[in-house]
T-cell receptor
Framework: GAVVSQHPSRVICKSGTSVKIECRSL??????MFWYRQFPKQSLMLMAT?????????EQGVEKDKFLINHASLTLSTLTVTSAHPEDSSFYIC?????????????FGPGTRLTVT | GENVEQHPSTLSVQEGDSAVIKCTYS??????FPWYKQELGKRPQLIID?????GEKKDQRIAVTLNKTAKHFSLHITETQPEDSAVYFC?????????????FGSGTRLSIRP
């Protein structure tokens, strides 16, 4: 149980275009989902927290107009990187918390590697 | 702001020896402390966690200790094996107005020498 998927696993896009990444909880309902970014050989940095049906809460320094997050249902959250630039190239990982079980445990998706050329 | 510090950044131990990774956290309200193992290009995997109502937890070769007064927690791996080589992250839960979120330490690259 507690499986989280992400799509796509890898994406290459041209500078200036937008890319959408999907995060799905497959076998549980996720009231809260989180988006992290990880640069090579660095830690996971929390970008934003999204609760189903409400606006995402962004961490300090993360541009909300550049990283659009939509958590439209209890099983799906999307991250759209708008007007992507090479410095946005990174490993993006989502995680989800369920409505039952451990209140604090988060379940991670497999990640999406974004390369902007 | 909320902060989780981790050290060492790299650690090399002889196979069979023990490895210890230490972390400190800043938010005294934190009450959940997971540890993750991450292999290259993959998602972090939860290997053990501890809640603030206990001081120690063990699972086979892995143990975690927590000192809430000092805001320290540590990961201990005994009888290390080559497959233990990976990057390890400590983390702490941080309460916010939107949700309880997990903040990661900077990571420790563990290498097991054969």
């Amino acid at each position: 149980g507690a499986v989280v998927s992400q799509h796509p696993s890898r994406v290459i896009c041209k500078s200036g275009t937008s890319v959408k990444i999907e995060c799905r909880s497959l076998d549980f309902q996720a009231t809260t989902m989180f988006w992290y970014r990880q640069f090579p050989k660095q830690s996971l940095m929390l970008m934003a927290t999204s609760n189903e049906g409400s606006k995402a809460t962004y961490e300090q320094g993360v541009e909300k107009d550049k990283f659009l997050i939509n958590h439209a249902s209890l099983t799906l959250s999307t991250l759209t990187v708008t007007s992507a630039h090479p410095e946005d190239s990174s490993f993006y990982i989502c995680s989800a918390k369920g409505t039952s079980g451990g209140r604090d445990e988060q379940y991670f998706g497999p990640g999406t590697r974004l390369t902007v050329t | 702001g909320e902060n989780v510090e981790q050290h060492p950044s790299t650690l090399s131990v002889q196979e069979g020896d023990s490895a210890v990774i230490k972390c400190t956290y800043s938010d005294s309200a934190s009450n959940y402390f997971p540890w993750y193992k991450q292999e290259l290009g993959k998602r972090p995997q939860l290997i053990i966690d501890i809640r603030s109502n206990v001081g120690e937890k063990k699972d086979q070769r892995i143990a975690v200790t927590l000192n809430k007064t000092a805001k320290h927690f540590s990961l201990h791996i005994t009888e290390t094996q080559p497959e233990d080589s990976a990057v390890y992250f400590c983390a702490a839960s941080i309460r916010s107005s939107s949700a309880s979120k997990i903040i990661f330490g900077s990571g420790t690259r563990l290498s097991i020498r054969p």
